[in-house]
C-alpha cells in the first residue's frame, strides 16, 4: 500500500479533503439551486462503508483534516454513523480535524452528540437574520430552527463560523448588522464571494458584489488588523478593533490564492474534483468497488495529483454570461 503523501505537479501538499455526503438539501437557497433540482438516485451514492474506506485511504496519504459537506449533509440518515466512525482517527491521532458545513436546520438534533465525538468546530451558512428574506432565499421558512440550531450548538460548546455569502441584490446592507451579531455571539464571521458555479435562475452578475468594494465600506467604520490564520484555503481573516471578533474574506474573483491550497473535494458519488473551478474529475467509486481497492485508489490519486491545476479560471464576466462551472456547489460540496 502507498503510504506517499499527496504533492501536486506544483508541490503542493494535499492534507484536506472535503467529502461530500449527499447532493439533497431541505433548503434551496437561490445562489446554489435551483427549486426544482433533480437529484441523484440513492444507489449512485457511496454508502456508509465505501465513505469510511475512502476517507481511510485519504487518511494513509496524509490527509490531516475532513470537512464533511452536501448538499446538506445533516439530511443524511446515516450521518452521525459516518462522524462516529471517521471520529475514531481522531483518537487514533492519524487526524487533526473532522468538522462538518451545515446550514443548521438539523442542528438542535445533534449538536452534542457532534460534540461528544470530538467535533471542535463547525461552520453554518446563513445569508440573512431577517425572517422574510431568509424564506424567500431559501424558499422554505426555517430561521427559527436554524437560529435554535445555532444556540443548540453553542450549548453543546462547538466553535461555530458563520459563513455569509455576499449577495449585491439581497443582503449587502445587512452585512455590517450580522458581522455584530456573530461578534457578540462569540462566532467568526466569513464573507464569501458568490461563485459562478450551476446554472441557477438569477443572473450571477446580478447577485455578485465584489469584496473588495464591501470591506472598503466596512472600513470607514471599523479598523480591521490582519491577522496570522492561515487555513490553506482560500480565506484571508481579521480581527474587527471595534467588535473584537474575527472576519473572513474569500474572495475568489477579486483575489485568487490557489498557490496555497491544499484541499481536493469529493462528491457523494466518489468522483474526485481537484479543483473547486474546473470540471475535471477522477472516479473513485470505481475503484473501490473493484477487486483490489487499495491498489486502484491509490493509483487513482496519484492520478488526480497530476491532473491538478495551478488555479481555478472563473469569472463573472457580465450580464448573462453561462456559469464558468456547469455543476452546481451541491454537488462537490462547499
Ligand atoms: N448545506 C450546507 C450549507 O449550506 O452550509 C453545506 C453545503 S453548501 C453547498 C456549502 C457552502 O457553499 C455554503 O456556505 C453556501 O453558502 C456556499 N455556496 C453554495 N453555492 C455557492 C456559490 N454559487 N457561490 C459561493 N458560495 C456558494
Ligand atoms: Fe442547501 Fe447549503 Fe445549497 Fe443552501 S447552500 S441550498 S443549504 S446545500
Redesign the pocket.
Known amino acids: 500500500m502507498s503510504s506517499q503523501s499527496l504533492t501536486d505537479g506544483f508541490g503542493r501538499q494535499i492534507t484536506y479533503l472535503r467529502l461530500s455526503v449527499t447532493?439533497r438539501?431541505?433548503?434551496?437557497?437561490g445562489?446554489?439551486?435551483s427549486e426544482n433540482m433533480s437529484f441523484l438516485p440513492k444507489r449512485d451514492l457511496l454508502n456508509l462503508e465505501e465513505l469510511e474506506h475512502l476517507s481511510a485511504a485519504f487518511i494513509n496519504r496524509g490527509v490531516r483534516k475532513i470537512r464533511i459537506?452536501?448538499?446538506?449533509p445533516l439530511v443524511r440518515r446515516d450521518i452521525m454513523k459516518l462522524m462516529g466512525n471517521l471520529s475514531k482517527h481522531l483518537d487514533s491521532g492519524d487526524l487533526d480535524e473532522l468538522t462538518l458545513?451545515?446550514?443548521a436546520?438539523q442542528l438542535s438534533r445533534y449538536a452534542g452528540e457532534l460534540k461528544a465525538m470530538g467535533v471542535g468546530r463547525i461552520n453554518i451558512?446563513l445569508d440573512t437574520l431577517d425572517d422574510d428574506k431568509f424564506a424567500q432565499?431559501?424558499r422554505r421558512r426555517v430561521l427559527k430552527t436554524v437560529l435554535e440550531g445555532i444556540e443548540a450548538a453553542q450549548n453543546a460548546g462547538l466553535k461555530i463560523k458563520i459563513n455569509v455569502?455576499a449577495l449585491a441584490d439581497f443582503n449587502r446592507d445587512e452585512i455590517p448588522s450580522m458581522i455584530e451579531w456573530a461578534h457578540k455571539e462569540g462566532m467568526d464571521l466569513t464573507l464569501i464571494e458568490v461563485m459562478p458555479l450551476g446554472e441557477v435562475e438569477e443572473d450571477r452578475f446580478d447577485q455578485y458584489l465584489p469584496l473588495t468594494a464591501l470591506r472598503d465600506e466596512l472600513e470607514q467604520d471599523w479598523t480591521l488588523e490582519p491577522i496570522d490564520k492561515n487555513t490553506g484555503g482560500p480565506a484571508r481573516y481579521v480581527r474587527v478593533r471595534e467588535t473584537g471578533g474575527v472576519l473572513g474574506f474569500i474572495t475568489p474573483l477579486t483575489n485568487n490564492f490557489c498557490a496555497g491550497c491544499n484541499r481536493v473535494r469529493v462528491t457523494c458519488t466518489g468522483q474526485i474534483y481537484m479543483c473547486l473551478g474546473h470540471m475535471d474529475c477522477i472516479d473513485l467509486r470505481t475503484a473501490l468497488r473493484g477487486s483490489d481497492p487499495e491498489t486502484a485508489l491509490n493509483a487513482a490519486l496519484d492520478i488526480a495529483m497530476l491532473r491538478k491545476p495551478e488555479r481555478h479560471t472563473f469569472d463573472i464576466a457580465g450580464p448573462g454570461a453561462m456559469p464558468a462551472v456547469e455543476r452546481?456547489?451541491?454537488v462537490t460540496g462547499?
Open positions: 447532493d438539501c431541505d433548503l434551496r437557497c445562489y446554489c439551486m459537506s452536501g448538499g446538506e458545513t451545515t446550514n436546520t451558512s432565499l431559501t455569502v452546481h456547489m451541491s462547499g
